[in-house]
T-cell receptor, first 111, second 115 residues
Framework: NAGVTQTPKFQVLKTGQSMTLQCAQD?????MSWYRQDPGMGLRLIHY???????DQGEVPNGYNVSRSTTEDFPLRLLSAAPSQTSVYFC??????????FGSGTRLTVV | AQSVTQPDIHITVSEGASLELRCNYS??????LFWYVQSPGQGLQLLLK??????LVQGIKGFEAEFKRSQSSFNLRKPSVHWSDAAEYFC?????????????FGQGTILTVHP
């Protein structure tokens, strides 16, 4: 099993550009989440999903959109990138019976 | 609202010494509690979790944690630290049901291990 796969691993965007961070899991997990990690702030929840077609906002949702059309995929869209969105983004999934499995992250720089 | 506090930003120990990383949480009901470890440039790996039952939880790599409801704590311990344990450690709190996806993390504790 590949687990949780995030692409790309690195990305540089210009202010105002849009992009989609991809996240796919092959474990048939119901629950999926997106976090951003900034120095000294731990991980903060952006959006999460409890199943296909169901999403909800986390702590820092502004500037991000998500959708969950399939169990496997949970893409995160940046609508108009801002320097404040420079961060490391992690996708995670869980069956609900254990902890979350994290992807290896996407390091995003907005210039 | 749920929250997690890790009081120690940075801890340094000698190899072979014992380790305790502190975690205090705030949550209205019985929480789901987790400890994760992150090596530089890597994702997070689950060390252990507490959902219910025995309050002393055993995890991977020789780590254990004890849930103390009266103190709202979930401290991580290891009797003898190895150099490979140097990493950043995160405590997280969550809930069940439709809120299961809403993990709240602490700010992290960086562990340095001296030879």
């Amino acid at each position: 099993n590949a687990g949780v796969t995030q692409t790309p691993k690195f990305q540089v965007l210009k202010t105002g550009q849009s992009m989609t961070l991809q996240c796919a899991q092959d474990m048939n997990h119901e629950y999926m989440s997106w976090y951003r990690q900034d120095p000294g702030m731990g991980l903060r929840l952006i959006h999460y999903s409890v199943g296909a077609g169901i999403t909800d906002q986390g702590e820092v949702p502004n500037g991000y959109n998500v959708s969950r059309s399939t169990t496997e995929d949970f893409p995160l869209r940046l609508l108009s990138a801002a320097p404040s969105q420079t961060s490391v983004y992690f996708c995670a999934s869980s069956s609900g019976q254990g902890g979350y499995t994290f992807g290896s992250g996407t390091r995003l720089t907005v210039v | 609202a749920q929250s997690v506090t890790q009081p120690d930003i940075h801890i340094t120990v000698s190899e072979g010494a014992s380790l305790e990383l502190r975690c205090n949480y705030s949550y209205g009901a019985t929480p789901y509690l987790f400890w994760y470890v992150q090596s530089p440039g890597q994702g997070l790996q689950l060390l252990l979790k507490y959902f219910s039952g025995d309050t002393l939880v055993q995890g991977i790599k020789g780590f254990e944690a004890e849930f103390k409801r009266s103190q709202s704590s979930f401290n991580l311990r290891k009797p003898s630290v190895h150099w490979s344990d140097a990493a950043e450690y995160f405590c997280a709190v969550g809930a069940g049901g439709t809120s299961y996806g809403k993990l709240t993390f602490g700010q992290g504790t960086i562990l340095t291990v001296h030879p």
